[in-house]
Structures are given as structure tokens and as C-alpha cells.
């Protein structure tokens, strides 16, 4: 049984892997993995968050702390996991800052695993897991209105230019018009404004309003300007 155990955590450079050792980063860094995954499930609820996120994030540790424990000092083996990560290709949409961050900690704390060093990933992953935390009870620089996008469908009749200026200025604390552009082939334009509003109970008012002022054309508001979700009145 000994001399099975050697032969499979052997490899041709005469390097050997042990069992032990093996497990102790594995279990160390998926340990590691499942706590900052925890900690990104309790400051994203509100924001909502994807269940293979979360997935990954436990996941990620371990698997790079077995690649680094793989590659060892042994240079011709980290070039050649090297060329075989260089052929894998990840096409996603840009995430959230914080997402990224969560992501190359979960990354990190597995370096630190695969080299041995677990009592530092450990420590390492409470503190700034505790300065997350407290970031996000504190709503550190976050803002009490997100700005919202509003679009104004009005006729090419219609004068737009401070035509909604006394209704945006009555439901909301700053405005901007950032972009104008035409549809229907020129008969109608669409009005783009970025808005914060004073206060979001008050949007049906505000939606109301502004259908009095544009002929009852599409009004849209989105409570977050690079999401689908959205009110509208056609």
C-alpha cells in the first residue's frame, strides 16, 4: 500500500506529493473559500448576486492553491500549466468592482494556501473580510438617491428645451439632459435626462406629471440606469 501511495504522488522529476500535505491545503483553502463566499452572500443582498458566483468563489481558492502546490519550484512545470491557462478564454460582461475584488482575493488567499502559508490566509481573510463588512454596514461614500435615467418621448412640435425644468426641479434634487434624439422617422424625439430624485415613493407623481406635459406619449424611468428594470407608461 506504501509503495502505491509513492507511485501516485511521485512524478518524473523525482519530486513527491504527499497525501497529508495535499489535503491540508485543500481543505485550508476551500474553508477559506466557503468564508468569503459567505461574506459576498451577506453584502449582496440587496444588490442581488448569481448562485455560480458564489459557486466560484469557494471554488477558486482551492483550485489555485493546487496549482501553485503543483508547480512547486519546478520552472518547466509552471510553464507548461502556463500555456494550458493561456488557452482557456473567459467572455463575460465587465463586473461589478466589488465583484472583482472578491475575485482576486478568493485567488490570492488560494496562492497563499498552495505555498503553505495558512495561518497568514486565514488572518489575512478575517481582517479584510471584517473591513468589507464594516464598509458595507456603513454604506461607506454611498449615496442616498442612486441617479436615475428618465426618457421623455415628445412631439417634434413640442419646444423640449426647459419645458421640464419646474417638474424635475419640484421632484428631484439634481437633473441633466443627456441626449436628445429622434424617432419615428423625425416625428417624435426622445429626451434622456439623468435625475436623482428627492424621493422614490413620489415617482407615479412624477411619471404623471411629465405624461400631462408630452401629449401622454412613452415616459420611462429606470431606478438604475444600466439596468432592465424600469417603469414606464405607454
Same mark, same amino acid.
Given at each position: 500500500m506504501s509503495d502505491f501511495l509513492y507511485q501516485i504522488t511521485s512524478s518524473s522529476t523525482a519530486e513527491t506529493l504527499t497525501i497529508p500535505s495535499l489535503l491540508a491545503?485543500?481543505?485550508s483553502s476551500l474553508l477559506i473559500g466557503l468564508f468569503i463566499s459567505v461574506i459576498y452572500?451577506?453584502?449582496? =443582498? =440587496?444588490?442581488?448576486?448569481s448562485q455560480a458566483f458564489c459557486v466560484a468563489l469557494i471554488l477558486l481558492s482551492p483550485i489555485v492553491a493546487l496549482v501553485i502546490y503543483l508547480i512547486g519550484n519546478n520552472v518547466a512545470r509552471? #510553464?507548461?500549466l502556463a500555456g494550458a491557462f493561456a488557452l482557456i478564454r473567459f467572455r463575460s460582461a465587465p463586473g461589478d468592482p466589488k465583484d472583482i475584488a472578491f475575485v482576486f482575493m478568493s485567488v490570492v488567499m488560494g496562492l497563499a494556501c498552495g505555498m503553505g502559508y495558512w495561518a497568514f490566509a486565514a488572518i489575512a481573510t478575517v481582517v479584510i473580510c471584517l473591513v468589507i463588512i464594516v464598509?458595507?454596514?456603513?454604506?461607506?461614500?454611498?449615496k442616498k438617491h442612486e441617479p436615475c435615467l428618465l426618457k421623455i418621448t415628445v412631439p417634434e412640435t413640442l419646444n423640449y428645451m426647459g419645458a421640464f425644468d419646474d417638474t424635475l426641479k419640484?421632484?428631484?434634487?439634481?437633473? =441633466?439632459?443627456?441626449?436628445v434624439k429622434s424617432v419615428d422617422f423625425g416625428a417624435l #424625439? %426622445?429626451?434622456?435626462?439623468?435625475?436623482? $430624485?428627492? /424621493?422614490?415613493?413620489?415617482?407615479?407623481? $412624477?411619471? /404623471? %406629471?411629465?405624461?400631462?406635459?408630452?401629449?401622454n406619449l412613452k415616459v420611462m424611468l429606470s431606478t438604475e440606469p444600466s439596468q432592465v428594470k424600469s417603469f414606464h407608461f405607454q
Amino acid at each position: 500500500m506504501s509503495d502505491f501511495l509513492y507511485q501516485i504522488t511521485s512524478s518524473s522529476t523525482a519530486e513527491t506529493l504527499t497525501i497529508p500535505s495535499l489535503l491540508a491545503i485543500l481543505l485550508s483553502s476551500l474553508l477559506i473559500g466557503l468564508f468569503i463566499s459567505v461574506i459576498y452572500l451577506l453584502t449582496h =443582498k =440587496k444588490e442581488g448576486y448569481s448562485q455560480a458566483f458564489c459557486v466560484a468563489l469557494i471554488l477558486l481558492s482551492p483550485i489555485v492553491a493546487l496549482v501553485i502546490y503543483l508547480i512547486g519550484n519546478n520552472v518547466a512545470r509552471a #510553464f507548461s500549466l502556463a500555456g494550458a491557462f493561456a488557452l482557456i478564454r473567459f467572455r463575460s460582461a465587465p463586473g461589478d468592482p466589488k465583484d472583482i475584488a472578491f475575485v482576486f482575493m478568493s485567488v490570492v488567499m488560494g496562492l497563499a494556501c498552495g505555498m503553505g502559508y495558512w495561518a497568514f490566509a486565514a488572518i489575512a481573510t478575517v481582517v479584510i473580510c471584517l473591513v468589507i463588512i464594516v464598509l458595507h454596514v456603513t454604506n461607506f461614500a454611498g449615496k442616498k438617491h442612486e441617479p436615475c435615467l428618465l426618457k421623455i418621448t415628445v412631439p417634434e412640435t413640442l419646444n423640449y428645451m426647459g419645458a421640464f425644468d419646474d417638474t424635475l426641479k419640484k421632484y428631484t434634487t439634481s437633473y =441633466k439632459l443627456t441626449r436628445v434624439k429622434s424617432v419615428d422617422f423625425g416625428a417624435l #424625439f %426622445e429626451l434622456e435626462f439623468t435625475i436623482t $430624485l428627492k /424621493d422614490s415613493n413620489q415617482i407615479r407623481e $412624477l411619471l /404623471d %406629471e411629465v405624461r400631462t406635459m408630452n401629449g401622454n406619449l412613452k415616459v420611462m424611468l429606470s431606478t438604475e440606469p444600466s439596468q432592465v428594470k424600469s417603469f414606464h407608461f405607454q
